[in-house]
């Protein structure tokens, strides 16, 4: 595949998030497993999405993962919900991707194959000495999408388990342990319209082997797939020089990204499975598709200021419309 034909082909499999042209905080669930049609192609006929970046990011992931081992965590109690999460994504993945993926039983013993990454690997379930890392370590080595457990316990669900190199804008570190609703304190409007409550509510009615999906968005510098609290240092500036740098950069620096996030609930340990996969395309190629540059531009216009301080874009937004205005054919 020549870089034109990847660059289409990522445009088409882009997961646009905006269906109208004001965003609010919602739920906006929806059940899992089914492909959305975009003006540009489609996305979501999977739970886990393999795409050309594969290698790439689960590079970047192994990176992280090095210099900062606290991006994975599992409280004690989560051990047996990690298991079952890395059992149910081999077979997630055995389902959706048979040419490359297999999970077979073998007495009391597994199998896993995956061609991708030259990997065949025998493990006793629950057993850690048969894998060569923790489960979610061995499974979120082999795909893109972060994990985070939710614990249900006292009317309540946990963040107790996980492993997200790929965070914006929060630390699971941090938010480790903490309950649901606590970890979404900061977000604005969430509580004062009861957003957040409903959707703890609808996680809490979740059954066993339901999976749901949604969509959440930001802006992001330089394509940087890691900006998490973490890491601020790093990247904190890249806002600062792009607002301040000049405007014909914008539409190559400045990307709009996309976080699928299913909803899964395990069967055997209760616990609410988040998979969160990111995508990122830079405004030129947002633009390139009209309606989708008109839409972005007419959000980030109508955004209000505590959402967008909230979402960390109130130095980019104004620089990525005025790009759009200028570049992307959208009139003001």
């Known amino acids: 595949m020549t870089s034109t034909d990847a660059r289409a082909d990522h445009i088409a499999r882009f997961p646009f998030p905006f269906p109208r042209d004001q965003y609010r905080y919602s739920t906006n669930v929806e059940p899992a497993g089914n492909s959305t049609d ?19 990011e689960l590079a970047e992931r192994e990176r992280i993962l090095a210099a900062d ?34 999970l077979e039983r073998r007495g009391d013993t597994w199998f896993w194959r995956n061609d991708l990454l030259g990997i065949e690997h025998d493990f006793v379930f629950g057993d850690v000495a048969t894998l060569p890392a923790p489960p979610l370590v061995y499974i979120c080595s082999q795909i893109q999408e972060d994990v985070v457990l939710l614990d249900q316990r006292e009317g309540e669900l946990w963040g107790d388990a996980g492993l997200v190199t790929f965070a914006a804008d929060w630390s699971f570190g941090f938010d480790v342990g903490m309950s649901f609703l606590e970890i979404h304190g900061p977000v604005p409007r969430v509580h004062s319209e009861k957003i957040i409550t409903r959707a703890h509510n609808f996680l809490m009615r979740l059954e066993p082997g339901q999976s749901y999906r949604r969509t959440n968005w930001t802006l992001t510098v330089d394509g940087k797939l890691d900006t998490s609290t973490d890491t601020y240092p790093e990247w904190g500036k890249d806002r600062r020089t792009l607002a301040d740098g000049p405007l014909d950069e914008v539409g190559d620096r400045l990307f709009l990204r996309t976080e699928v996030q299913h909803l899964i609930r395990l069967a055997h340990s209760g616990a609410v499975m988040f998979l969160i996969r990111t995508y990122l395309l830079p405004l030129r190629d947002v633009a390139s598709v009209p309606e989708w540059g008109e839409r972005l531009y007419k959000v980030l216009e109508d955004l209000p200021v505590d959402m967008a301080e909230y979402k960390g874009i109130s130095r980019t937004r104004e620089p990525g419309m005025r790009w759009l205005a200028a570049h992307g054919n959208v009139e003001p």
């Open 38 to 56: 975009t003006v540009a192609g489609s996305w979501g006929d999977t739970r886990i999405a393999i795409d050309a970046h594969y290698h790439r």
């Open 69 to 102: 081992p606290s991006r994975h965590q599992c409280l004690p109690h989560m051990v047996p919900a990690a298991w079952e999460a890395m059992l149910t994504l081999m077979r997630t993945l055995a389902d959706e991707y048979p040419d490359t993926m297999a």
